[in-house]
Antibody, heavy 118, light 113 residues
């Protein structure tokens, strides 16, 4: 069974940083691309970042480019998202998602809430 | 960036009756590889999104056959043949053809009358 478990969310002040993790199991993590998607409270879904299986290809949404960094550790079946220079508008539930075929959104985690507030 | 629009944004339905959601993209979603990367997701209240349909009309494993997808180019439709209580939630279309970014529609809220 595919399982994705996000963690690392919490309350952070504007301008602060946070690192989110996504623990994966039930599939060959080192062969799957991964994505991060977020959802602001009461709002829709926004894709924010993509990383290929071997980390050779990385993409970001314009809204987070230069502030967020995606990475993965295939030896630990883990995906990460480092958030920096956080703004109030980054407040959202952050989901990791993956899949076996393009565009790799078959499976989603339960999400982790990031709240940016003073 | 490809803009996805959905209509209606709110859809009150009667149990047992059909429902239909339209999704339109600002450019054709036909990829040069011959596939059309249009997916539909369901998000029940308090839950994570769940993919229902991929590449326009392919149902994911475990998705009831009352859900169906159709369309081509820029116009797509998700149909529920007979709405059940468990179908309440928000439905999103998403394109994966022209990226980055992957883009989602604004969502359609399905509620029971």
């Amino acid at each position: 069974e595919v399982k994705l478990v996000e963690s690392g969310g919490g309350l952070v002040q504007p301008g602060g940083s946070l690192r989110l993790s996504c623990a994966a199991s039930g599939f060959p993590f080192n062969t799957y691309t991964m994505n991060w998607v977020r959802q602001a409270p009461g709002k829709g879904l926004e894709w924010i970042s993509y990383i290929s299986a071997g980390s050779s290809s990385i993409q970001y949404a314009d809204s987070v480019k230069g502030r967020f960094t995606i990475s993965r550790d295939n030896t630990k079946n883990s995906l990460f998202l480092h958030l920096s220079s956080l703004r109030a508008e980054d407040t959202a539930v952050y989901y990791c998602a993956t899949g076996s075929a393009w565009p790799h959104f078959d499976y989603w985690g339960q999400g982790t809430l990031v709240t940016v507030s003073s | 960036e490809v803009v996805m629009t959905q209509s209606p944004l709110s859809l009150p339905v009667t149990l047992g009756q059909p429902a239909s959601i339209s999704c339109r993209s600002s450019k054709s979603l036909l990829h040069s590889d011959g596939n059309t990367y249009l997916s539909w997701f369901q998000q029940r209240p308090g839950q994570s999104p769940r993919r229902l349909i991929y590449k326009v009309s392919n149902r994911d494993s475990g998705v009831p056959d009352r859900f169906s997808g159709s369309g081509s180019g820029t116009d797509f439709t998700l149909r529920i043949s007979r709405v059940e209580a468990e179908d309440v939630g928000v439905y999103y279309c998403m394109q994966g053809t022209h990226w980055p970014p992957f883009t989602f529609g604004p969502g359609t809220t399905v509620e029971i009358k």
